[in-house]
Nanobody
């Protein structure tokens, strides 16, 4: 069984910073693309940033220049450094990972979500 455990959300004032972490654990052979998504009330879940195993990154236009995604392959952990936060960044942030299990199957997994609230 594979689990994604997120941490680092919270309440911050506009212009502040937060760092999210997501650790993948369980019967893992390898972890492929990892990413962060967010969902605000009344909105669809959207991609914030993603990173391949080899460090190739992709960002939503709304966060480019403010957010940085990184990963530690040895720890099967992905991070999202969020700077210059804006009230419109308020959402539940979800970690996502494409995981190949030790049994050879590949599946997409989601974390439980962590709330990020940015006050104006």
């Amino acid at each position: 069984q594979v689990q994604l455990v997120e941490s680092g959300g919270g309440l911050v004032q506009a212009g502040g910073s937060l760092r999210l972490s997501c650790a993948v654990s369980g019967s893992i052979f390898s972890v492929g693309v990892m990413g962060w998504y967010r969902q605000a009330p009344g909105n669809q879940r959207e991609l914030v940033a993603s990173i391949t195993r080899y460090g190739i990154t992709n960002y939503a236009d709304s966060v480019k220049g403010r957010f940085t995604i990184s990963r530690d392959n040895a720890k099967n952990t992905v991070y999202l450094q969020m700077n210059t936060l804006k009230p419109e960044d308020t959402a539940v942030y979800y970690c996502n990972a494409l995981v190949m299990s030790s049994l050879g199957s590949q599946s997409n997994y989601w974390g439980q979500g962590t709330q990020v609230t940015v006050s104006s």
